[in-house]
C-alpha cells in the first residue's frame, strides 16, 4: 500500500515539473517558486520511500515498533499504522 502511494506520489510530482518545465521562458520565471515546490515535493518522496525501506529492514531485523517510532519521534501507533503489515 505504502509503496504504491508513493510511486503515484512520484509519477504526479513528474508531471508537475514537466508541465513547468514546457511553459515559455517568461512563464517558467514566474513560476520558479513552484517549480521549487514541485522539487522540494520529489524530494519528500524520496526521503519517503526510503524511510519506508528503513523502516521496513529494520523490523526484519528485529526491531519493535517502540524503537522505530522513538527514532522518528511519532507513536507507536503511528508508525505501525504507516509501515505495518
Known sequence: MMARRIVEEERVAAEIAERLARQ?????????PLHRVAEAFRRSVSADAELAE???AARADGHSWAGIAAMVGVS???VQVRYGA
Open 24 to 32: 515559455e521562458e517568461p512563464s517558467w520565471r514566474a513560476a520558479e
Open 54 to 56: 528503513a523502516v521496513k
Open 76 to 78: 507507536r501507533q503511528t
